[in-house]
């Protein structure tokens, strides 16, 4: 995912940023909704979980096809040697481009990404962001089972339903919202929305959790890709690989910390999880009011 931001920064336009990054959103949401949906319906099957194997192997060897002969580079990377000129290379449509490497440029490491304006903060609100939804992600289902006494069915209905309002919302909703609104704005407003979705989840009740996710889509729908669009204007172009990549670390350890905790604080704390995600969120929000606005500039991606 770091590499397809990164590739995904590289072809967009500035002023495209919050919504390509919201398009790529959409997509993994209706993967969220479909994916359980197919896995469910292959494993009601005599075979049990051979069906949702073989779909998953076959799903990802698609992808791998797709990418490997539909998906053109968008940059030149260095080769220690010159490329056959006639292979089959050319009619596959993976021609290689003649690259080359300045001399003696450092590569970039930890504290080179850190150093750049605005990129340390963006990382943290990352972080905190990844580690209060995973707080809720892991809690919820538990609660659902022993608070709410929710079947297997209404606990996928609910995560199904919180899937298709992402989509609407990361759709035509952020398009629009973008339009009128900075990505800083979107970031800090759609912070301080899902921080407050946390609250209904504390309350036992259907009513207060479908309210609750109605408010978690809006607010991640729109926050969420504001805030990847924040960290792609923060680095140059050569650069957004190693901070995608930093990103998608500080993702990885936020999710592990979410996961291990999430369903050892709720049996701790119970609801009492959902106030952490929601004290966790605020703080997005405080931090948020120091991202500065970046300044937009329309290039030319294949430039």
């Known amino acids: 995912m770091s590499v397809a931001n990164a590739y995904l920064a590289d072809i967009t336009d500035e002023s495209e940023r919050s919504s390509n990054f919201g398009k790529m959103a959409i ?3 209706l993967g969220f909704i479909l994916g359980p949906a197919l896995a469910g319906a292959l494993g009601a099957t005599a075979w049990r979980e051979i069906p949702p194997v073989i779909a998953a192997f076959v799903i990802s060897a698609v992808a791998s096809l797709m990418i490997a002969f539909k998906l053109p580079d968008t940059s030149c990377g260095p080769l220690r040697e010159n490329p056959e000129r006639n292979t089959v290379r050319k009619a596959l449509g993976q021609e290689l481009k003649e690259c080359y490497r300045i001399e003696g440029e450092p590569t970039l490491g930890m504290r080179e990404i850190l150093r750049l304006p605005s990129v340390s903060l ?3 609100l990352y972080f905190l962001v990844f580690l209060a939804f995973n707080f809720f992600y892991i809690a919820f289902p538990v609660h659902a089972a022993t608070r709410l006494e929710w079947s297997l069915g209404e606990t996928g209905a609910f995560f199904t339903f919180m899937g298709v309002l992402m989509v609407v919302v990361q759709g035509p909703v952020l398009k629009r919202a973008s339009r009128v609104w ?6 800090i407003g759609g912070s301080l929305i899902l921080a407050t979705s946390f609250l209904f989840f504390a309350v036992d009740g259907k009513l207060q959790a479908y309210v609750g996710t109605g408010l978690l889509a809006l607010g991640n729908g729109v926050m969420w890709p504001s805030l990847m669009a924040l960290l792609s204007m923060a680095a140059d172009r050569e650069e ?3 901070v ?3 990103a998608s670390s500080g993702g990885a350890v936020a999710s592990i910390l979410g996961l291990l905790g999430g369903g050892l604080l709720y049996g701790v704390l119970g609801t009492g999880v959902f106030l952490l995600s929601f004290a966790i969120t605020m703080i997005v929000v405080l931090l948020g009011i120091w991202i500065p606005q970046p300044h ?8």
């Open 240 to 242: 957004q690989g190693a």
């Open 244 to 246: 995608q990549g930093f």
């Open 27 to 29: 997509s993994g949401n």
């Open 296 to 303: 937009r500039e329309t290039r030319n991606p294949q430039s």
């Open 122 to 124: 963006l990382l943290g």
């Open 182 to 187: 900075s990505e800083r704005t979107l970031v």
